[in-house]
């Protein structure tokens, strides 16, 4: 049974190495180069990051669409062998629509990795009576956005933009491999009997929503600083070349965050947890804003790798305590809310970005929405209490 659950856990973290830590975050390294090549704006590179999580968000409501039987190992393996070709393909074109159609596979492939990838690792935990163990399996995204960013920033100079991409591929094939042989048939419909609805159910529901409206508005911010980080620090003097490694920093702070947060979740509260990481985040989104010193730009880095999966796995636990019966309905709820949020918010801050000729209107702006997401989660815990 160890060996199952380990083999399992070791496929699931090489999957989302694979699929969201490369495949959907390795365009943030990389984007500086692409601009020097190509000519590609600060609009346009909004509008190409936004059509990637458009794709992640539809792939996500296809799958919640699609009968159980579409939701096999086929439909993972496909999703694996998507996300590796759409991440080589885009060395192959300096097209701008050639990216944008790479960069939807991207996140068609990269939402079915995560769904079905997670259900078979969320299964194996389950079977061997070990749940608590699933934040190992989100370590992929922080350890995969810390390779690509190392990868980048070590030897983009002597790759270039294209190959970037290609480095970045053949780590995804390697993680592929592993990720083929360790995951099996994702999770069978569940015949447990739903847990009865406590008492308190109207707050509880209030509460709920006033989660998915944070959740929406956490989608809109974080987003702006996962996109244009590396973009941001280039055009800081005292950065320059460095730059590059900062999308490392925000990987290694990132991979062990999901188990962090969610450790201090089970302690503190959910709750009290995630308006935490929302008030850190916010700190983490406005200081390239606020300074151009190295040193900011580094905490910045170290408290967005430190928040933004973990705010994911908060969310993801307390919507599990506000809706005991139907917590699969509300997961897909805050997903898709998520995503709308994610799709929003590179093409206005890119657009922000072309009309004022700096980030800083944009950044305010990210952390305005986090902050509105703090503020509802507040309202919603005083309703519940």
Do not use: K
Not at 338 to 367: D, N, R
Request: some cysteine; overall charge positive; aromatic content about 8%.
């Amino acid at each position: 049974m160890a060996l199952s659950v380990n083999r399992s856990l070791a496929g699931g973290i090489a999957a989302l190495l694979l699929a969201m830590g490369i495949g959907r975050f390795a365009y943030t390294p990389l984007l500086p180069a692409m601009q020097d090549a190509t000519g590609l704006s600060d609009e346009g590179a909004g509008v190409i990051a936004s059509i990637n999580l458009a794709g992640y968000l539809v792939g996500a409501l296809a799958l919640t669409a699609l009968p159980d039987a579409a939701r096999g190992l086929a439909a993972l393996r496909l999703s694996l062998l998507a996300s590796v070709v759409s991440t080589i393909g885009m060395a192959a074109s300096d097209s701008i629509v050639a990216w944008t159609v790479l960069r939807l596979i991207s996140g068609l492939a990269s939402a079915g990795v995560f769904v079905l990838a997670t259900a078979v690792v969320q299964r194996a935990l389950t079977e061997a009576r070990r749940p608590g163990l699933i934040g190992v399996h989100f370590i992929g995204v922080g350890s995969g956005i810390a390779l690509s960013g190392a990868t980048v920033a070590l030897f983009g100079s002597a790759l270039g933009w294209r190959g970037g991409w290609l480095a970045l591929g053949g780590l995804a094939t390697v993680a592929l491999l592993v990720a083929w042989h360790g995951l099996g048939a994702p999770l069978a419909p569940s015949t447990t009997a739903a847990p009865r609805r406590p008492a308190g159910a109207r707050p509880a529901g209030f509460a709920l929503m006033m989660l998915t409206a944070a959740y929406f508005c956490e989608g809109a911010g974080y987003i702006v600083t996962g996109t244009f980080l590396v973009r941001i620090a280039r055009d800081m003097p005292a950065l320059g070349d460095w730059a590059p490694h900062l999308w490392t920093v925000v990987g290694v702070a990132g991979a062990p965050s999901a188990m962090l947060w969610a450790w201090l979740g089970r302690r503190i509260g959910y709750l009290p947890g995630l308006i935490a990481a929302h008030l850190l985040q916010i700190v983490a989104i406005v200081l390239p804003a606020l300074t151009p010193e190295p040193a900011a730009a580094i905490v910045a880095a170290i408290l967005f790798g430190g928040t933004f999966m973990g705010i994911t796995a908060l969310t993801v636990g307390y919507a599990a305590i506000l809706a005991p019966a139907q917590p699969a309905r509300a997961i897909g709820m805050l997903t898709t809310v998520y995503g709308i949020g994610q799709v929003i918010g590179p093409s206005a801050a890119g657009w922000l970005a072309a009309g004022t000729g700096s980030f800083a209107a944009a950044l305010y702006g990210a952390a305005a929405s986090v902050a509105i997401g703090a503020v509802l989660l507040a309202i919603g815990a005083r309703a519940r209490h």
